[in-house]
């Protein structure tokens, strides 16, 4: 309780919340944090030996309960300008932050597509008994996935509030409809185990093209709602049909 109301009283949107140790150690902060958070996710999944949507839904509204609580409910702003840079700097004529996208897309693609932990990765999304019987340390994989997974959502994190300017304890958790369409445009398994990186870039352009024409559409929310969940539903069919075919040319 002495914690919560010491962050409570700094996090106050009228409190600076400069951090006196540096912007770097700040920035550490929420990579350290998203990467532990990543890491509880990933235990979890495997212990409870449930769905990992289920396990990630649950673990976002507890995240979410406790960032309220730890801000009372009220935006955090007032960062050093220095942080605020982050967001708005540019390499060129290009914005940080696709910058920043587009390394994580290269290398994580080349992990993927091109190294041993990769591969295990496919091989554990296809048919975890067969990696398993293959000497693959499936706990140890996808708790590491989980963790790296964490790792980028910090990355995300700090880059948003830099741009924002401002920390919001619910941001993101609208966009868990938009993420699961977009990997599923992209043509990544709902059941793991196949996709290419650049299939989910397509997903995602594909995504934020039909968000803005929604939006300049100048369509009611619910028509938006309708219209997002519907793409979903296309997706999930696509995803099984898909699957269905698979099964029947290997049989």
Do not use: C
Not at 34 to 44: D, Q, R
Not at 102 to 128: E, F, Q
Not at 174 to 183: E, M, P, Q, R, Y
């Amino acid at each position: 309780l002495g914690l919560r109301g010491r962050l409570a009283t700094r996090l106050q949107p009228n409190h600076p919340t400069d951090d006196p140790r540096g912007i770097a150690a700040s920035t550490l902060d929420g990579l350290l944090l998203g990467s532990g958070l990543g890491l509880i996710n990933g235990v979890l999944v495997r212990r409870l030996s449930i769905s990992p949507i289920i396990v990630t839904l649950g673990t976002m509204s507890v995240y979410s309960g406790l960032a309220f609580a730890l801000t009372n409910g009220v935006d955090v702003f007032k960062f050093n300008g220095t942080f605020l840079d982050l967001g708005t700097a540019q390499l060129g004529a290009v914005p940080i932050e696709i910058v920043v996208a587009a390394v994580i897309v290269v290398m994580g693609g080349y992990v993927l597509l091109r190294t041993v932990p990769g591969l295990r990765a496919y091989a554990i999304g296809g048919n975890p008994d067969a990696a398993r019987y293959n000497g693959v340390n499936i706990d140890r994989t996808v708790i590491g996935l989980y963790t790296i997974m964490g790792l980028l959502m910090g990355v995300i994190g700090v880059l948003e509030t830099a741009r924002l300017g401002s920390a919001t304890a619910n941001a993101g958790t609208t966009l868990s409809l938009d993420v699961l369409t977009a990997v599923l445009l992209g043509g990544v398994s709902f059941l793991g185990g196949s996709g290419h990186p650049l299939g989910i870039v397509f997903g995602v352009l594909t995504i934020g093209v039909i968000n803005a024409g929604l939006i300049f559409a100048e369509l009611a929310d619910w028509y938006q709602q309708i219209a997002k969940g519907s793409l979903l539903l296309l997706a999930l069919a696509a995803d099984q049909v898909s699957l269905y075919r698979r099964a029947h040319s290997i049989s």
